[in-house]
């Protein structure tokens, strides 16, 4: 059974950085982790995501530069390291995973808040 749980999310000033943590459990070597967020009033959102033992990453345009995905094979965690914050970051953010070749995400977090104050 694939469990994860995220931590890390705070409250930041603008130009700040926060780094966000997913530990995950029951995953395939072939596993894709992503990280999504959702902010008040809005749809979630698409941020980042990595192959879980591979090294192919992609982001949102939105945060290009700015923030990194990265995990730690050995702890079996996955991290998000967010860098100049803008106030439009403040959102929930949620880790994922879903089994390699699936379509749509099977399992998440239960998020962890980011608020990022002007």
């Known amino acids: 059974q694939v469990q994860l749980v995220e931590s890390g999310g705070g409250l930041v000033q603008a130009g700040g950085s926060l780094r966000l943590s997913c530990a995950a459990s029951?995953?395939?070597?072939?596993?894709?982790m992503g990280w999504f967020r959702q902010a008040p009033g809005k749809e979630r959102e698409f941020v980042a995501r990595?192959?879980?033992?591979?090294?192919?990453?992609s982001y949102a345009d939105s945060v290009k530069g700015r923030f990194t995905i990265s995990r730690d094979n050995g702890k079996n965690t996955v991290f998000l390291q967010m860098n100049s914050l803008k106030p439009e970051d403040t959102a929930v953010y949620y880790c994922?995973?879903?089994?390699?070749?699936?379509?749509?995400?099977?399992?998440w977090g239960p998020g962890t808040q980011v608020t990022v104050s002007s």
């Open positions: 994922a995973a879903k089994r390699s070749g699936s379509s749509g995400y099977a399992y």
């Open positions: 029951g995953l395939t070597f072939s596993s894709v």
């Open positions: 990595t192959i879980w033992g591979g090294s192919s990453t």
